[in-house]
């Protein structure tokens, strides 16, 4: 199941934010040794604001098996804070039509590869999906040049910004990496093809269709 909050449901919502900051916490701090801030075993940033959204993959037990955030580039922009040089082509890292996805993580269940493959595809292309359905134009993204193949292989529209960049590690990259800026399109051609990477039914509609009044979306696969 896939639920969709608002930064501003941080209060009304506070079970599912707690898990979320907390998996942050494991995964990037104690997992990748990335060297970012944390309060008693959360991990909260700058971009965690309230018009952040941030898509939860949940299992049936309501336990996060993935989440992504999404934050308005106009003014939450990493890459426009941090590696405003991945920028290459000339567009501007800081649009009202491109939000930018950022603390994308995902934890895979041993030998269920086929299952894996839906549970991410169901985050990504929801969040393609909710960045379409909101009119948007791009979503934009920074990830390690070890991972970009990945995500080019998922969505043969991926739009890179430039080349390859150094940028200081952590544990999963000893003294530094190379990292990348690219930008999906918010179209349903994107949508379908996260769907068919995942082996996720491509033709069926939009599940966020005539819901986004809701400040709380959910979905089944």
Request: negative net charge.
């Amino acid at each position: 199941m896939l639920k969709i909050l608002k930064g501003s449901q941080r209060q009304e919502q506070g079970g599912y934010f707690e898990k979320m900051f907390r998996l942050r916490h494991q995964v990037f701090i104690q997992g990748m040794g990335w060297p970012l801030p944390s309060t008693n075993g959360k991990e909260i940033d700058q971009y965690d604001v309230d018009d952040a959204i941030y898509l939860l993959d949940l299992a049936d037990d309501d336990v996060i098996q993935g989440s992504v955030r999404l934050i308005p580039s106009q003014y939450c922009s990493l890459v426009a804070d941090f590696f405003p040089h991945l920028i290459e082509n000339g567009v501007s890292p800081r649009d009202p039509l491109v939000f930018e996805c950022t603390r994308y993580m995902f934890l895979p269940l041993k030998g269920r590869r086929q299952d894996n493959h839906i549970a991410r595809a169901r985050l990504l292309s929801g969040m393609v999906e909710w960045c379409l359905l909101n009119h948007l134009s791009f979503v934009q993204c920074v990830v390690d040049t070890i991972a970009f193949p990945g995500f080019v292989e998922m969505v043969p529209q991926t739009i890179p910004l430039g080349l390859p960049h150094p940028y200081g590690g952590g544990r999963t990259a000893p003294g530094g990496g190379e990292c990348i800026a690219f930008r999906w399109p918010a179209t349903r051609e994107v949508v379908a093809s996260i769907r068919k990477y995942g082996g996720m039914n491509v033709d069926r509609e939009l599940v966020f269709a005539d819901e986004l009044s809701r400040q709380s979306l959910e979905l089944t696969h």
